[in-house]
């Protein structure tokens, strides 16, 4: 049986872009695999009051159960109604790749939904597109397309090299799709190796993005594959018997000049990642007798929630703006 995001107290990403781009920070787009990220994730925004977009992969989707997360979902929910804030969610699914897939995201009380056809010929992509934004609009749901392709790999995306995104087409991709945001490809990737090791991180290519803002001026643009890798929880995990020698990532001050611009949503799921294995290895390291999850994943939850708070505030900007959104959408 379908359910729709209003079913679930979800919110879609309209108000929000438009206030982002607006007041010049951009949405966090976190994704998450279990219930300790997601409760992460959802103190951490009502903490910093910030609006906020739960990201689930396709393969998070399998982890977690598609029935399963439609009642976290509704948990969530219910968790920052009780808490008395009043912050915007979004629930997004994360580089669908079929049309059969947004369909059953969409019928299963997903808000947003990416469709990721960057990997057909441009002519394809805008068909599949199409496709799922003509669904989708009818039952309310907003959709991300993308043009252009991020190196690097996360869950099932994988590819060998990026292709910028080419200027010159988005404007006709936008208008024969009628697709709500676009993702672009400006020089990030996925993964916690972004760039060679030892070498200097070549900084995104803000020439693309600002030639794209002029041909589709006032349209969301959604950068993926922001993680920073952050070299403390890289040092951590090291540390305590892992090995990440050489991984790296975006510089956050180019994540705060890119929140400045007609950037809009930014896409973290490395940092939550490392953030996480760096805290259970360390307690797992100092003290090999504990068994308990709750003792090591507990740490864990509450390292990314200061992480969150800390991206929000700091790199994105969005702290401060969930109950403001909230009062466009009453």
């Known amino acids: 049986m379908a359910v729709s995001f209003k079913d679930l107290g979800l919110n879609t990403t309209k108000n929000m872009f438009s206030l982002a781009m607006k007041d010049k920070f951009a949405i966090p787009a976190y994704n998450f695999n279990n219930m300790e990220q997601l409760q992460a ?17 396709s393969g998070a989707r399998k982890y977690a159960n598609e029935i399963l997360l439609r009642y976290m979902a509704l948990g969530a929910m219910q968790m920052i109604k009780e808490s008395g804030a009043k912050i915007p969610v979004a629930l997004h699914l994360d580089h669908g790749d079929t049309f059969e897939l947004c369909k ?19 002519e394809e992509n805008i068909r599949l597109t199409k496709q ?42 936008v208008a024969r799709t009628n697709v709500d945001s676009l993702a672009i490809s400006i020089g990030t990737s996925h993964g916690a190796y972004k760039f060679k090791p030892g070498q200097p991180v070549p900084p995104l ?33 090291n540390n305590y018997g892992g090995n990440l020698e050489g991984a790296v990532g975006v510089p956050e001050d180019q994540l705060r000049r890119a929140a400045k611009s007609a950037v809009c949503k930014i896409n973290i799921d490395s940092d939550g990642r490392l953030v996480m294995t760096a805290m259970i290895r360390k307690i797992l390291a100092e003290k090999p007798k504990e068994f308990d999850p709750r003792k090591y994943l507990g740490p864990a939850r509450e390292a990314l929630t200061e992480m969150i708070i800390r991206k929000n505030k700091e790199v994105l900007g969005s702290a401060g703006h969930g109950k403001e959104i909230m009062e466009t959408e009453e």
């Open 205 to 237: 290519r803000f020439d693309i993005l600002e030639e794209i803002e002029k041909r589709i001026a006032g349209f969301p643009i959604v950068l993926h594959g922001a993680s920073s890798v952050l070299p403390n929880y890289i040092n951590m995990i």
């Open 132 to 173: 799922v934004v003509e669904y989708a609009h009818s039952k309310d749901v907003v959709v991300e397309g993308e043009l252009g392709v991020l190196a690097g790999i996360e869950d099932e995306v994988e590819a060998e090299k990026s292709t910028y995104t080419r200027p010159e087409e988005v404007e006709d991709f």
């Open 41 to 57: 994730i959802i103190n951490g925004c009502i903490e910093s009051d910030s609006p906020v977009i739960l990201q689930v992969s």
């Open 104 to 122: 059953s995201c969409v019928d299963s009380g997903f808000s947003s939904v990416m469709i990721d056809g960057s990997h057909h010929s441009y």
